[in-house]
């Protein structure tokens, strides 16, 4: 028991550095101990949920919530789940319960701000956060969702210097970075955007707000570069199962025009036809491949240039 | 691998080191048919101990009996005059989106497995030369039997 407590303590501080494979290695080991540890197996399904392995995320915060129903990391848990697979309705079943449990928590009253941003109901956001910036007014994730906010309603002057005291508080943390980023954009100041959305992806490359972020400022710089940036992170974001259905999509409807051009007599446009689809299918290989080499490329480039 | 497994963790057997990566049984589907690349899956997946091996197998199992039994429903409504005789190939198109429908499926669920079995150190064989043997081969194995077994085949 006592061993599945170090290793579970371990586990926090490797999840807290962003150290995930980490953090799942040292849940494992606790697990291996003590295989009814609620506490281990909320935190494994929060770790597989970063890694996007949803399915087993799933398992993990199922019996999380059964062995330790009372647990507030365990609904938390629960809540992330229900958000990732868009069960709005359970995830915000799961959120009242944690603000009835626990109202002093600003992480709460954000994942409530983050349930409202999903459901599309944006304009009962800022009470909330505010009563998160009241709980704790020095939390850097509370400033940059605060500054997200001001930011997209078009008060960038606020968002700027709300996200200027984030990352006076926590200069790495990733949400304050793409929210100075967004309020530089939206104030023209590209380079400086682009500075803080490459240090935002260096913790995860794949994140998706940053991600967000440069692909916009690509858009501004290089419109056909930026619609390709907006296909790739788009795919990413959609994950492999639907990037497979655009795919058949677009097979069928590949196929069906070529059907229709034979059947009308028309072989040359069913030729070209053909030869666009297999452009289309080499990029399909290729091009996520691609991606994450351009995306590289932006990560080092800033890189060299600091030094 | 030992100690506490996590759901999506593959619990590789003996034949582990036959696996591949499902791209190869992927491409083998597409050049060389099902006949070839299924059998291959439903290996590729009791090797690396699949913890979805139940549902890559019902899915291969409905891709050789939905494909022909839809395309020998909408035969029988061309020779019964319910379709045009130009929907030939419409019917075709059906055959061949629904088997990709299943090839694309077995394709997902398996690759997650790979990718935290090879996470975890497992080694995959190359795959390219059994799928050029496939291509080779074609539907040769399979073009003298009753159409609807070709269909279920090819």
């Known amino acids: 028991m006592i061993g599945s407590q170090r290793f579970l303590e371990r586990a926090e501080h490797f999840y807290e550095i962003g150290q995930i494979d980490g953090a799942i290695d040292q849940l494992k080991r606790a697990l291996t101990e003590d295989p009814d540890l609620a506490e281990a197996h909320a935190w494994l399904a929060l770790c597989l949920l970063r890694k996007r392995r949803l399915h087993a995320a799933v398992v993990e915060a199922g019996l999380a919530t059964t062995l330790g129903p009372e647990l507030l990391l365990s609904n938390l848990v629960a809540a992330e789940v229900a958000l990732a697979k868009r069960d709005f309705e359970r995830a915000g079943q799961h959120i009242e319960m944690l603000l009835a449990d626990a109202p002093e928590h600003p992480a709460f009253h954000r994942l409530k701000a983050r349930w409202l941003t999903l459901t599309g109901k944006r304009n009962e956001r800022l009470p909330v956060l505010e009563e998160a910036r009241r709980l704790a007014p020095d939390d850097p994730e509370t400033l940059a969702a605060l500054s997200a906010h001001f930011a997209e309603t078009g008060e960038i002057a606020r968002a700027r210097l709300l996200a200027e005291e984030a990352l006076r508080i926590e200069p790495e943390n990733q949400s304050a970075l793409v929210a100075m980023g967004w309020a530089l954009l939206h104030g023209g100041d590209t380079a400086g955007a682009r500075g803080h959305a490459i240090d935002a992806l260096r913790a995860d490359a794949l994140a998706p707000d940053a991600l967000a972020l440069l692909t916009s400022i690509k858009t501004r710089s290089n419109p056909l570069l930026g619609a390709w940036w907006h296909y790739a992170t788009w795919m990413e974001r959609i994950g492999p199962t639907r990037s497979v259905i655009v795919l058949l999509a677009a097979f069928v409807l590949y196929r069906l025009a070529v059907i229709i051009a034979d059947q009308q007599g028309n072989g040359g446009l069913a030729s070209g036809i053909q030869i666009a689809w297999l452009g289309v299918v080499v990029y399909s290989f290729v091009g996520p491949a691609l991606f994450r080499k351009a995306l590289r490329r932006e990560l080092e480039s800033v890189e060299l240039r600091r030094f | ?154």
Do not use: H
Not at chain 2, 54 to 69: M, T
Not at chain 2, 94 to 118: D, H, P
């Open chain 2, 1 to 154: 691998m030992s100690g506490y497994q996590i759901a999506d963790e593959p619990a590789p057997s003996t034949l582990a080191r036959y696996a591949v990566n499902p791209l190869y049984p992927m491409l083998a589907a597409m050049l060389g048919g099902v006949w070839f690349a299924w059998p291959w899956f439903a290996f590729n997946s009791f090797a690396i101990g699949s913890p979805t091996r139940r549902a890559e197998l019902a899915w291969l199992v409905a891709g050789l009996i939905v494909p022909p039994a839809v395309a020998a429903v909408l035969i029988s409504a061309v020779g019964a005059g319910m379709l045009p005789r130009a929907s030939g190939p419409y019917i075709g198109l059906c055959v061949v989106v629904l088997k990709l429908v299943v090839v694309y499926a077995v394709f997902l669920l398996q690759s997650r497995t790979i990718e935290i079995y090879e996470y975890y150190g497992g080694k995959l064989l190359n795959g390219i030369w059994p799928v050029l043997a496939a291509l080779y081969v074609g539907d040769r194995l399979v073009a003298d039997l009753p159409v609807l077994l070709f269909l279920m085949l090819s």
